[in-house]
Each structure stands twice: as structure tokens, then as C-alpha cells.
């Protein structure tokens, strides 16, 4: 397979670019490099794929209709679109960064999968389209029709706008609803590396929800596996589009990530505890019974486990912030 990856420079475009070279696919990754976190990790993350035969780089942006023509000679048979513009809170600040990318990126890769006629496209959704749903185990079934951030908005419009495509010239397309994805070489703008950074360097953590939130935290490798797993399995139905969730099944309080961050971290944390922030929810919980039955997924990483791999990365990337 020839596959057009996006976002390939982010957290879990990387890595799932790792597990397709390692078997054999010819990837084509994209990324615009922009500075929403430290482009350095962005480039870390890509100086370890850039080695490997069959992976070639190009360094544009989604939402640019010339990307089409970029890539047009290069036999691209599938399609997984990672990139997007990431961040709930983030979204309340620059509305406007999200609809370029999440609302008119997306499009443009609609229409380059409509153009190419490719085999499947596997693309990024949230587990902030759930909103303000209270039932939990979180079901793909459920109405998400109440986000409460901005974000959440775009992803839960990236699914209606797939919907329609599949419908209108019957692509493929797969929609994943990723849950709270963690381990080395993660997003420095989530919480585990919010607080990691700030026992390092001898400073309280902020604690939003008053330590009661929890999260349905989930490893690298197994988001990265789901996302192979669909790719290999597209759908089939009329329309043919499907929405599974990537989680791990198993909400975690926030109590208990710091505590095992201390562990690992061998430092302990000075807690400042805050109310909740605006666009937040206070619990996630994936059910993740469709994507095992149809796709196989299988989550097999612990927190306890992940976090360790995450402390060894992370005490020799930041080693020089506090030597």
C-alpha cells in the first residue's frame, strides 16, 4: 500500500508511521510543522522516520487545495488523516485555527480521497464529540449532539461531513474517536507533561476539577495499532462509513496518574487544586466492544506500565531543563 498519512510529525502520526514502515508500507507524510507546542518534539519524532525506506516527507498544510497536486503522482491508494489543529481549551482561545484546520483541512482530504479514488481513508475524531453525555461506558450509538468545546464541534462536523461523502460516492471512510492518549514523546500540552515538567522543576501542579476528574488513558502503541487494525478493515456498509472509539476501557482517576507519576518520576507533587475549566468534562470512559469485535483492537498497556516507558523518555529529553 501506498499511504498518505497526515499530521505524520504528531504524536500518534509518528508512531503509527513507525508500525506501517515496519511492515513493509510505502508512507507519505505531511505536516505543516506549526508552533501550537515545540516544533523541536515535532522534528525529534520525524528525524527518527526519516531513515526508513519507503517514508518521504512534505512539509505543507491541509487546508491548502495545491496538496492535491503535490502529491497527485505518487500512487496514493489509502488515506490516514491524522492532522488536525489538537486542544480543548486552545479552542476557546482561536476559533478560527480550528475551522482552517479541522473544518476546511478535513474537507480537502474528502475531496483528495473523492480525486484519487482511494480504497479507504481512516481519519481523526475525539472522544470530545461525547459532550455533555452522562451515560457511560461512551457508545458509538449514543447522540453527541451537546459538545462543550469548540473542538469537540469540529470533530463531531468531521464525522457528518464523512458521512455525507461516503454517501454521496460511496468511500470508505473510518472515523476514530481517540480517548486520552499518552506515553513518550507525547503532546507537552497534556496533562501528564504539564505535571511531569512542573515536578521536575520543583513547582506545584494544578489540578483542575479539584482532583475528581477522571480519564480513559490510553498508550501510544495501542491508539497507534487501532489505527492499522481499521485501516485493514474498511467498511462496507451503505453508506460506507463507521466510527469506532480508541481507549483503553478503563477510566483512571486523576489522583491516581499523579501518584504514579511520583512513582516513576521519583519526585512528589505539590498539588494546587482548581476548579474545573471551561469546555472540560469530568469523566471519560470508551466503550470499546465494537472496535474489538470488528476490528480487534486490544489494548494491552497498563498506566503503570505506560507511564514508566514515558518517565525513561522523558528524564532523558528534559534532562537538560533541570541538570
Known amino acids: 500500500m501506498t499511504i498518505l498519512l497526515t499530521g505524520a510529525a504528531g504524536f500518534i502520526g509518528a508512531r503509527t508511521a513507525a508500525l506501517l514502515l515496519a511492515r513493509g508500507e510505502t508512507v507519505v507524510g505531511v505536516d505543516n510543522l506549526n508552533d501550537y507546542y515545540d516544533p523541536g518534539l515535532k ?13 518521504t516527507f512534505l512539509r505543507a498544510d491541509i487546508a491548502d ?8 503522482e505518487l500512487g496514493i491508494d489509502r488515506i490516514i488523516h491524522l492532522a488536525a489543529q489538537a486542544g480543548v ?16 483541512g478535513h474537507t480537502e482530504m474528502l475531496e483528495m480521497a473523492r ?7 481512516v481519519y481523526a475524531s475525539s472522544s470530545s464529540v ?6 457511560q461506558p461512551f457508545r458509538e450509538d449514543q447522540v453527541t449532539d451537546t459538545p ?11 464525522e457528518l461531513m464523512s458521512e455525507s461523502y461516503a454517501s454521496l460516492y460511496s468511500i470508505p471512510l473510518t472515523g476514530l474517536r481517540f480517548f486520552t492518549v499518552y506515553g513518550p514523546m507525547g503532546r507537552p500540552d497534556m496533562a501528564y507533561m504539564l505535571f511531569a515538567d512542573a515536578m521536575m522543576a520543583g513547582e506545584p501542579i494544578k489540578v483542575f476539577g479539584e482532583g475528581q476528574m477522571a480519564r480513559d488513558f490510553t498508550y501510544i502503541d495501542d491508539i497507534a495499532e487501532g489505527v492499522i487494525a481499521a485501516l485493514d478493515h474498511p467498511p462496507k456498509g451503505a453508506p460506507p ?14 489522583s491516581e496518574l499523579i501518584e504514579l507519576l511520583e512513582e516513576v518520576l521519583g519526585r512528589k507533587a505539590e498539588r494546587q487544586h482548581l476548579p474545573m475549566q471551561q469546555g472540560d468534562v469530568r ?18 498497556t497498563g498506566l503503570r506500565e505506560g507511564l514508566a516507558a514515558f518517565a525513561a523518555w522523558y528524564k532523558e529529553y528534559r534532562k537538560t531543563a533541570w541538570c
Open 43 to 55: 522534528q525529534a519524532r520525524l528525524d527518527r522516520l526519516k531513515g526508513e525506506a519507503g517514508f
Open 89 to 104: 481549551r486552545y479552542s476557546i482561545e482561536a476559533p478560527r485555527a480550528y475551522a482552517a484546520s479541522n473544518l476546511t
Open 148 to 158: 462543550v468545546s469548540f473542538y469537540g464541534a469540529t470533530k463531531k462536523a468531521n
Open 241 to 254: 462509513h463507521r466510527v469506532y472509539n480508541l481507549g483503553n476501557d478503563r477510566p483512571e482517576e486523576l
Open 65 to 72: 487545495p495545491g496538496l492535491a497536486e503535490r502529491v497527485s
Open 115 to 121: 480525486r484519487f479514488g482511494v480504497k479507504h481513508m
Open 130 to 135: 461525547y459532550g455533555r453525555n452522562t451515560d
Open 283 to 300: 469523566r471519560t470512559w470508551a466503550s470499546i466492544d465494537r472496535a474489538r469485535e470488528e476490528l480487534g483492537y486490544a489494548p494491552k
